[in-house]
């Protein structure tokens, strides 16, 4: 045949498929090659390595497409994956070489494109407004070392929220960051409720199953705490993501994801029950119900969710009843003692936080100083016996005391603000034709408003969560925003609401 005389370097069939061939062997000596190291680095740093290696490609590939660095900082800030690794492995922060990564991202994107995402018109007076009202509590505060602490920690967790902001400007990455908070909620949720299920509170399974043995009257419980450090911070956190699950339970289109959303939910929620925490419970059926009330969901959409509410009927702990009724015992005194030592101390934290903002009621004691003065409150109180440095019980009276009138009136105003952005959001959705982001930002009201409950018997620490999650609800107005705008010039029709 002539073609089988031709030379190959003419050859149109066999040319191609001899690269393909090379190209085979290529990837497998890479192939081999990964997997010598892996294997090396497994045999010399352990296992742990398999989670680290991940986090190196996620460096690399932020690179190029810094919305997978975006995603990696989400589920890096609500799995506390930077704690672990720092706590229970001796690794460095995880978080930090990122977020510096990402933060040179915007200082390039902004140097050599000018883009300047119009979020910043927005977020950028009140972020700057707060942050003086800190810089004010830091300068005030007796105790300036804490106080200094204190404001180093709210200028690190607050550029998550400076970058979150810059890098959702679009829909996808929206949904992206918003799918990124159910990861880690189905991430954290698995482990804990497989821990609970099997019992093996001896594994802490590399860091994500930590625990508290509490007694509650005559109540012993293993209270979860995640990679937290306290149950009823885990519990606050995952009040914010089951809204969101539950949203994609009811609207994702695609099956897969549905099934995903359902998964997180359910677990999300029994992790929430295995916690114990009285307050996150009674947070959690506020962020359900407010979610049905703004959604008014169709008779299929609740009918899946009583579906999942059964499915965490079966697995309540039989202890869990008994539990909750110890919410009864704040009222029961006993000698002029209140009779639950957990309500005892709460009530010191707060009645001492009260007397201190009584004491300085413009600008509080300043950033970090409520534990320094405690104790010197607490023994007037006479309700708490531990002699240690505490914290308030309750995020709203810690802002009284730390930070006074003017810091607290700045914070619910800020709060009011994002609030604002998110009905607007909503509403640019809608008109844009979004009704998916719509839904979701639903979601996030509802669990930001869980949160914020939470925050009555919750004090702010793990602040980075915070900050990330108003990041996204302010981030959202932008997308929003220019969603609609986009929509009315393909329309044609002139601009409609405007926020």
């Known amino acids: 045949m002539i073609v089988d005389k031709l030379p190959s370097s003419v050859n149109p069939v066999r040319s191609p498929a001899r690269w393909i061939e090379w190209l085979r062997v290529l ?8 997997g010598l190291v ?18 190196l490609f996620m460096l690399l590939l932020a690179l190029g497409q810094p919305q997978l660095g975006l995603v990696g900082l989400i589920i890096i800030t609500f799995t506390q994956l930077s704690n672990v690794g720092i706590i229970y492995h001796g690794l460095p922060s995880m978080a930090q070489p990122l977020a510096a990564l990402l933060i040179l991202l915007i200082i390039v994107r902004f140097a050599l494109f000018g883009e300047r995402p119009e979020g910043w018109l927005r977020a950028g007076p009140l972020l700057l407004i707060y942050a003086l009202v800190w810089f004010a509590a830091l300068l005030h505060a007796g105790n300036f070392q804490a106080a200094s602490a204190a404001f180093i920690g709210f200028v690190k967790d607050a550029l998550g929220a400076v970058i979150v902001i810059f890098f959702i400007q679009k829909p996808a990455s929206f949904k992206g960051a918003v799918w990124a908070v159910i990861f880690a909620g189905l991430l954290m949720g698995a482990v804990c409720v497989f821990q609970t299920l099997t019992g093996t509170f001896a594994n802490n399974y590399f860091g994500f199953g930590g625990w508290q043995l509490q ?11 995640g990679p937290y450090t306290n149950p009823n911070a885990f519990a606050q956190v995952l009040v914010f993501i089951v809204p969101l699950t539950i949203d994609r339970l009811w609207h994702e289109r695609n099956l897969t994801l549905r099934v995903f959303a359902g998964a997180a939910a359910l677990v999300s929620i029994l992790t929430v029950i295995f916690t114990y925490s009285r307050g996150g419970l009674l947070a959690l059926v ?4 407010l979610l049905v009330a703004l959604r008014r969901p169709n008779f299929l959409f609740l009918l899946l969710t009583v579906f999942l509410a059964i499915g965490v009927i079966q697995f309540l702990p039989t202890t869990y009843n008994s539990r909750i009724l110890t919410l009864l015992q704040f009222t029961d005194v006993q000698g ?11 009530t010191s ?34 309700l708490d016996t531990r002699r ?5 019980a309750s995020l709203y009276m810690e802002l009284l005391s730390e930070q006074g009138f003017v810091g607290t009136v700045i914070f619910f105003w800020l709060m009011a603000m994002i609030f604002r952005e998110l009905n607007f959001s909503w509403k640019n959705f809608i008109q844009s034709g979004l009704t998916d982001e719509g839904y979701m930002i639903l979601a996030i009201t509802a669990g930001f408003a869980g949160y914020l409950f939470a925050g009555i018997t919750k004090n702010s620490a793990y602040s980075n969560v915070f900050w990330v999650i108003v990041g996204i609800a302010m981030a959202s107005g932008q997308v929003a925003h220019s969603s609609r705008l986009k929509a009315e010039e393909l329309s044609g029709n002139q601009p409609g609401y405007d926020v």
């Not at 990837?27 to 990964?34: H, K, N, P, R, Y």
């Not at 892996?38 to 290696?53: N, Q, R």
């Open 286 to 289: 506020f962020t359900i119900g």
């Open 27 to 34: 990837f497998a000596l890479l192939a081999i090659g990964t």
């Open 336 to 346: 002029g003692q209140l009779s639950d030592k957990s309500f005892r101390g709460r």
């Open 388 to 392: 240690d440095q505490r914290s308030p």
């Open 38 to 55: 892996i294997a090396l680095s497994v045999g010399e740093f352990g296992p742990l390595i398999l989670l680290v290696i991940p986090l």
């Open 215 to 225: 007694n509650s009257g005559a109540v012993t419980n293993h209270r979860l705490t």
């Open 349 to 382: 934290e707060n009645t001492a936080a009260w007397r201190m903002f009584l004491d300085n009621p413009l600008l509080g004691v300043g950033l970090g100083n409520f534990s320094v003065n405690y104790q010197d409150y607490s023994r007037t109180i006479g």
